[in-house]
T-cell receptor, first 114, second 111 residues
Framework: DVKVTQSSRYLVKRTGEKVFLECVQD?????MFWYRQDPGLGLRLIYF???????EKGDIPEGYSVSREKKERFSLILESASTNQTSMYLC?????????????FGPGTRLLVL | GQSLEQPSEVTAVEGAIVQINCTYQ??????LSWYQQHDGGAPTFLSY????GLEETGRFSSFLSRSDSYGYLLLQELQMKDSASYFC????????????FGAGTRLFVKA
């Protein structure tokens, strides 16, 4: 079974702090994604990566950056946390290629910025 | 840009059939997926349609019409455990690397 793990289930940070959210997948997947989920808004794509050291902006990249130094690890960085970044953050991975795309999600990190 | 529309809420009774619709606007369409998410859980993959027509997986079926930019998820023989949120997602963009999710449809199954 594919396993996607996220470094924390719950996180509390203060405004202005730099926050690192880590995601690791164990199935040698090419693609990795970061979403945030807010009530009534569904999952909104922040950044994605289709290869090591490659990254692409999603729909809401402002205030975030990412790093993919190794294939299995995709990190989301909040450079200076703000209260409007309080949310559930979900990481996902997929095999890549032209076939059926199945995204496998981690359990999520619920971030509270005070 | 890309956008998806699906109903915010659907209610049905146990044993019934329910259809959740999804319309989309996208560039470079590669496929339409459906995901299920229970409260407190992560989204899990249900189905994927790249071509027009119906895909069946047990009690769940998914349909796609690319000419109408429309798809639906059909759930048959509803069970209480099907109460969850259902998201349609479009794979698109250059190279098909970008997947955008809809806002989700909350399904309530009543006894």
């Amino acid at each position: 079974d594919v396993k996607v793990t996220q470094s924390s289930r719950y996180l509390v940070k203060r405004t202005g702090e730099k926050v690192f959210l880590e995601c690791v997948q164990d199935m040698d997947h090419e693609n990795m994604f970061w979403y945030r989920q807010d009530p009534g808004l569904g999952l909104r794509l922040i950044y994605f990566s289709y290869d090591v050291k490659m990254k692409e902006k999603g729909d809401i990249p402002e205030g975030y950056s990412v790093s993919r130094e190794k294939k299995e690890r995709f990190s989301l960085i909040l450079e200076s946390a703000s209260t409007n970044q309080t949310s559930m953050y979900l990481c996902a991975s997929s095999l890549g290629g032209a076939g059926v795309e199945t995204q496998y999600f981690g359990p999520g990190t619920r971030l509270l910025v005070l | 840009g890309q956008s998806l529309e699906q109903p915010s809420e659907v209610t049905a009774v146990e044993g019934a059939i329910v259809q959740i619709n999804c319309t989309y606007q996208t560039s470079g369409f590669y496929g339409l997926s459906w995901y299920q998410q229970h409260d407190g859980g992560a989204p899990t993959f249900l189905s994927y349609n790249a071509l027009d027509g119906l895909e069946e997986t047990g009690r769940f079926s998914s349909f796609l019409s690319r000419s109408d930019s429309y798809g639906y998820l059909l759930l048959q023989e509803l069970q209480m455990k099907d109460s969850a949120s259902y998201f349609c997602a479009v794979r698109g963009g250059t190279g098909g690397f970008k997947t955008i999710f809809g806002a989700g449809t909350r399904l309530f199954v009543k006894a």
